[in-house]
């Protein structure tokens, strides 16, 4: 079951500052993480062009996919980017991750969440989506999607109706199974009658946290992922230190949290997706394939940021090797 992503396009900029006093100008407080316009984007690239960057593909759909690749599975990326250095930065990083790239450009500046960091440590970050969310159902094509079996999408792209409803349509048409996370509460709460109606209808696996499925369901996990179940093939609800909750027909299990004491959270919901849609792909079973997803989330909480550094994927697979023997 080869997998393919739709997400939001953005490219994570580390910019070290020589000092604050170009902040005002950008018109961001230090130490508040907001969304930003063009303008101030606009800002940004010019202000600070010449200070050290570190930059990372970015966006939760492209963790998953990135990690799909990392442990062997086929896997590509439905995006939108800009026509600038940066946009054609993130078509390279994904092709040498292994993914896939199916990217739709568009004049201005691609997507990216700027994170400043001041002499003292204190981050101020700035997020400017771009053309990210813009993509039209028309422009992902059949002949996009055939080359997959399953699709994956992210919560956030339902500000975009029309694409979500549209691509699942099609998926669906074409044979594929649809897989959706939830991304986040608020955006559970913001699009709920919108949800409600596509969830039943053509979600074939739904991905949530404990907060998202409550505020769904209005139930605690445990009887959250019941009822989610009822709705679609397979229903995970990821519960943070105490491992995850799959259920599927009259089938429910549990499995434990992997890794030690979390360094930085970011980036576990997408890897165990990643580990859980990998297992799909492959055939194995839904216990087997849970495992995996908390394998994988239990090493990138153990890093800074929300990849897995090259040099642990060789130990990884010695381990997903022992969960499929």
């Not at 028309?138 to 691509?167: A, K």
């Not at 139930?219 to 995970?236: C, D, F, T």
């Not at 929300?306 to 642990?312: C, S, V």
């Amino acid at each position: 079951m080869n997998t393919i992503g739709l997400g939001n396009a953005l490219v994570d900029v580390l910019l070290r500052l020589e000092s604050e006093d170009a902040l005002p100008g950008i018109g961001i407080k230090r130490g508040a993480m907001d969304m930003i316009d063009r303008a101030q984007m606009h800002a940004i690239r010019t202000t600070l062009a010449g200070l050290p960057r570190t930059q990372t593909p970015g966006g939760s759909v492209s963790n998953t996919m990135r990690a799909i690749a990392a442990l062997g599975g086929k896997a590509g990326f439905i995006g939108k980017i800009g026509d600038d250095e940066v946009g054609r930065f993130y078509e390279e990083a994904l092709r040498d991750a292994g993914v896939t790239p199916c990217l739709f450009r568009t004049e201005g500046y691609t997507g990216s969440c700027t994170v400043m960091i001041s002499p003292d440590g204190e981050r101020t970050m700035g997020t400017y989506l771009g053309p990210a969310p813009e993509i039209s159902p028309d422009e992902i094509s059949d002949e996009i999607l055939r080359d997959y079996h399953c699709i994956y999408i992210e919560g956030y792209l339902l500000v975009n109706e029309p694409l979500v409803c549209g691509t699942m349509e099609k998926a669906k048409r074409l044979g594929l199974k649809v897989a959706l996370d939830l991304s986040n509460f608020n955006i559970v709460n913001a699009f709920r009658e919108r949800l409600e109606a596509l969830i039943p209808r053509y979600v074939d696996i739904l991905f949530s946290n404990e907060s998202e499925a409550e505020a769904y369901t209005g139930k605690r996990a445990e009887e959250a992922v019941r009822e989610l179940s009822r709705m679609v093939e397979v229903s995970v609800v990821t519960i943070g230190k105490e491992g995850a909750l799959v259920g599927s027909g009259d089938q429910f299990f549990s499995v434990p949290a992997e890794g030690g004491k979390p360094v930085d959270t970011t980036g576990a919901g997408d890897h165990f997706a990643a580990g859980f849609l990998y297992g799909r792909s492959i055939g194995t079973t839904l216990e087997r394939s849970a495992r995996l997803g908390s394998l994988l989330a239990g090493y990138v909480i153990g890093e800074v940021g929300p990849l897995i550094p090259a040099e642990k994927w060789e130990q990884i697979k010695l381990k997903v090797a022992d969960i499929l023997d």
